[in-house]
DNA sequence: TGATAATCGAAAGTAAATGAAAGTTTCAAG
DNA sequence: CTTGAAACTTTCATTTACTTTCGATTATCA
């Protein structure tokens, strides 16, 4: 390997890095020096670096995968991670809408997947209650379906509305049946999200929802993010693909909770 | 490299950059400022220029793609008629906001060419109220400036929202400045749009600001639309391309309007 | 518990970025 | 045609970021 081009920029290298660990699942700080031909100081200076954005988790002598969506990923980029699971769960979750319902979709990758689900069906009456942008988008087009969009300040890294005004509008609307995407699903911790304020959110929009259905593909089971939406109790259905834990379904089953896999 | 060429403009050369990083996946400073011939300093002041429009990512020494937008993304908005004049009022426009602001931004298509000239500037803050899609999605990527979003229910042909909701949520709101997207203006009727609940939105605006800036291509001149928004007098500033028409104006201007051409 | 590998810290060299001052160009008024 | 303001560029000095080398220190594992 002549990695001799005009010398790789930092942010090229780093993403390489984080290539290489995902792909072969570790990497160690001699195999990274030699790869790059640079010394094994500044590769340890980029795993910190790397690390400390939870891109990679460091270990002795190398680093691992980091765990997964615990943080606050762009949705651009969450949006091509497990993209054909994320299909097959939101056309599942579709199947759930009945015409004439009023449902709330929750923002996130998954669910924009149950929109564009959504739109291939042939409505006479609809409502859909989002505070995502791109859901908004998706379904503004079809005349036999009414968005009503909550407002609040734009939180730009998943393109979601949040804050005291989407809450207060939410308070006054009632849906029978909620989709929510989550980052984090887990027996003890229960449902999490990076961000407070979208946890907040989420959580008032299982109390305006009669039935509450929790979309997320298999890597989110058994992970935390820091804050806590609700327990597990909370949920009704649970929607996820087929490559998912068996231990931590079967915790899902004993807290009540009905489950699909795709 | 023909030296003869009459220099390239500055836009000119910044969307050649943004096509080499593109195609590359990567331009370094010295590439750049060999390929222009000219400084590596302006080549930074291109990049980061180009970064605050989050149409690049910044790295040392040069400049990366920016991760691509969510996955088709519906964002071929419409490609409006009078073009050419919607952007300069926006340009225009843009010019009456300063640092610090917090002002309101109607939906529309010469309001959104205000959104589009805002990002062209550099903010430490700023705070934009709307009720357009299109605008948040356009304001979203900048991290200076704050997006706050009415909800409410979707209006598909304009991709706004509108409501009670969305009025409600006005109510509780106060800017320096709105800039209202007007689809008739006429000296009897005063300012009007087709659709009734965005008239009453609208008027609402127009009381949450302490100044009111009306931005319309001339063609909007002596036009009257289903809805009354606002008798003339209420506006302050209005906004126009020169093709407009003298009587018209000098109606506007008898109303205390203070008017601009573009 | 040692032996060994890995990490940390400081110093030093180099590339890149930034800030300030001054010179240009552009564009719209007068 | 001239003037003036605003936006661009450049040069040059300074500051910051990145990388390496070389010991000292700290994990890890037989």
Redesign the pocket.
Same mark, same amino acid.
């Given at each position: 390997m002549s990695e001799n081009t005009p #010398? $790789?920029l &930092?942010e090229e #290298?780093r993403r390489l890095i984080v290539e290489q660990v995902e792909r072969d699942g570790r990497a @160690? &700080? *001699?195999q990274l %020096?030699a790869r790059f %031909? !640079?010394? @094994? &100081? @500044? !590769?340890? %200076?980029? $795993? *910190? %670096?790397l690390a400390r954005n939870a891109a990679i988790v #460091?270990?002795? =002598? =190398?680093a691992l995968p980091a765990p997964a969506r615990t943080a606050d990923t762009p949705l651009s980029i969450k949006q091509a991670r497990h993209a054909a699971q994320k299909k097959r769960i939101g056309q599942a979750a579709a199947k759930l809408v009945a015409d004439g319902d009023t449902i709330i979709l929750d923002s996130g990758s998954t669910t924009v997947e149950i929109a564009r689900a959504l739109r291939q069906r042939r409505w006479s009456a609809l409502t859909v209650v989002t505070n995502g942008l791109y859901i908004a988008l998706e379904l503004g087009a079809i005349p036999a379906i009414r968005v009503m969009m909550l407002g609040g300040l734009l939180r730009p890294s998943s393109d979601s509305l949040v804050g005291p005004a989407a809450e207060q509008m939410l308070a006054q609307l009632s849906a029978q049946r909620l989709f929510l995407g989550v980052d984090g699903i887990d027996a003890e911790a229960g449902v999490t999200t990076p961000d407070p304020q979208e946890a907040a959110l989420n959580a008032l929009m299982i109390r305006a929802a009669r039935e509450t259905v929790a979309v997320f593909d298999s890597s989110k089971l058994g992970q935390r993010a820091l804050s806590v939406i609700a327990p597990l109790s909370a949920l009704h259905v649970a929607i996820t693909d087929s490559a998912a834990d068996a231990a931590q379904l079967r915790a899902l089953r004993e807290a009540g909770v009905r489950v699909e896999q795709v």
């Open positions: #010398r $790789l &930092v #290298r @160690t &700080v *001699e %020096a %031909a !640079i010394s @094994t &100081v @500044t !590769i340890r %200076a980029d $795993l *910190e %670096a #460091r270990t002795h =002598g =190398g």
